[in-house]
């Protein structure tokens, strides 16, 4: 079988997007450290990246290597697919713009 595989989060219908090979991930991350009252600073701080690392994730100009994905799950207490998920081409990350 040829083509591309798409991947559908495992969610049983509840993806909110399809992964395609090379497109960004989009995130929830500026949604949830606000919630909680956290500055960029107090979140990399506990993640142990840089406010610069933090920026990047929430303007969806950089996806998180897979223990820092789970670093920021467990940090927030929600699962990764929760935080992390496939977007659209045409619609900006949470938090950011294209």
Known sequence: MGGVHRWDGGLGGL???VL??????RNDVRRLR???GWTQ????????VSRQTVN???????DPSLPLAFR???LFQVSIEAIFFPGE??????????
């Open 15 to 17: 993806a909110r997007g």
């Open 20 to 25: 395609v090979p090379g497109e960004p991930m």
């Open 34 to 36: 606000t919630e909680r």
């Open 41 to 48: 600073v107090q979140f990399a701080e506990s993640l142990g």
């Open 56 to 62: 990047a994730l929430e303007t969806g100009k950089y």
């Open 72 to 74: 920021i799950s467990a």
């Open 89 to 98: 081409t045409d619609t900006p990350p949470t938090g950011g713009r294209r």
